[in-house]
């Protein structure tokens, strides 16, 4: 989730996420901030194009 964060939305536009999410305990927490991750991911330009796949291949993993 922060690498495609970093990727795609920039760490400056995504700072407080990245931060919840390296501090999210284990798959749960994870889970709890999916709907932002996405969210982040549609509103940028790049990360619009790709956000489908890689919220498969998200999901599968947490």
């Known amino acids: ?3 495609t964060l970093n990727t795609f939305v920039g760490s400056l536009g995504a700072s407080s996420l990245l931060d919840r999410i390296d501090q999210a305990q284990g798959h749960e927490g994870l889970r709890a901030l999916f709907d932002e991750w996405y969210h982040a991911m549609v509103m940028s330009r790049e990360g ?3 956000a489908e796949g890689l919220r498969t291949k998200l999901l599968a993993v947490i």
């Open 1 to 3: 989730m922060v690498n």
């Open 48 to 50: 619009r194009r790709e």
